[in-house]
Structures are given as structure tokens and as C-alpha cells.
């Protein structure tokens, strides 16, 4: 008879939990992320950022000629679980990458070992802050790539 109680108080404490489970596991959404297609700016449009290590580019200047901005808007809606986005920045046939920076809410980082050895592509993650962009909210900024 002390089986049957046990069996029942497991039973009871079991469903109890999954009754307070379920809502939590409701409010903890999985994490979206969305990429946009690629865009470009050429010469003489000006460039939208400052990018490292380049000095002929500055934010609000002309581009100068041959050189070009591709970006990529992306989204991270933070659920339960943290989640990153992997994507190819891809500079226009006949130009190599030559730096990489983001705007706004998301960190970019290239994830390719030798990123400056005359590539067209790199492959970046996209990241943010996760200190400061809770459950349910939304990192939103672009990842900028500049090619020659």
C-alpha cells in the first residue's frame, strides 16, 4: 500500500510540475533571426560607416572610386535560448574583400582565418549584446563589408 501512495504522490508532484512548466515554456520562444538580401553602394554615393583599418573611407564621405559598400540588415529576436547568425558577406565579381564592421544593436564578427588574403567572400557571425537584450526583444543593425 505505501507503493500505491508513492506511486500517486510521484504522479500528483509530476503533473504538478508540468501544469507550472508549461506556461514558462510558452514565454521562452525560440530565437528568429532574419537576414536581409545584400545591398551596395558605389562611388560616388557617401559611405554610411568608418571602416578599421581603411583610411581613405570614412563615415559620410564620398566613396572613393572602385570601391565598394556591400550590407546586410539582420534581426535577432532573443528567445529562451541564445542564437547567433552565420552568413556570407559576398563582395561583387572582380573586387576582394577588404574590411568588415556593424551598426547598431548587432556585433559582427569574421569567422574566416585569413580574411584579408584576397577573398571575395567571408563568412560572419552576427551577434549582440546578451546583457542587454532580454527575452522577447529585438537586436536589429547592419553588417557592412567594404571591397576593392
Known amino acids: 500500500m505505501s507503493k500505491l501512495r508513492f506511486s500517486r ?5 509530476a503533473a504538478a510540475s508540468l501544469t507550472l512548466a508549461a506556461p514558462a515554456a510558452a514565454e521562452t520562444a525560440d530565437t ?9 553602394l ?3 554615393a557617401a559611405s554610411p560607416v568608418t571602416f578599421p583599418g581603411v583610411t581613405r ?3 559620410g564621405e564620398p566613396l572613393p572610386r572602385g570601391w ?4 546586410r540588415d539582420v534581426r535577432i529576436t532573443r528567445g ?8 556570407r558577406m559576398t563582395c561583387p565579381a572582380g573586387r576582394t574583400w577588404r574590411s568588415g564592421t556593424s551598426g547598431g544593436d548587432v556585433l559582427a564578427s ?3 582565418r585569413n580574411a584579408r588574403s584576397q577573398k571575395r567572400s567571408v563568412l560572419v557571425m552576427a551577434t549582440f549584446a546578451t546583457r542587454e ?10 553588417v557592412y563589408a567594404l571591397c576593392r
Not at 504522490?9 to 508532484?13: G, P, Q, T
Not at 565598394?68 to 550590407?71: P, Q, R
Not at 529562451?80 to 552568413?87: D, H, I, S
Not at 537584450?133 to 543593425?141: F, I, K, L, P, W
Request: glycine residues 6%; negative net charge; aromatic residues 4%.
Open 9 to 13: 504522490a510521484a504522479l500528483c508532484a
Open 32 to 40: 528568429a533571426i532574419s537576414v536581409s538580401p545584400r545591398t551596395q
Open 42 to 44: 558605389t562611388a560616388p
Open 57 to 59: 573611407v570614412r563615415e
Open 68 to 71: 565598394v559598400v556591400v550590407s
Open 80 to 87: 529562451g535560448e541564445v542564437a547567433f547568425a552565420a552568413f
Open 110 to 112: 569574421v569567422l574566416d
Open 133 to 142: 537584450v532580454r527575452v522577447g526583444e529585438d537586436a536589429t543593425g547592419t
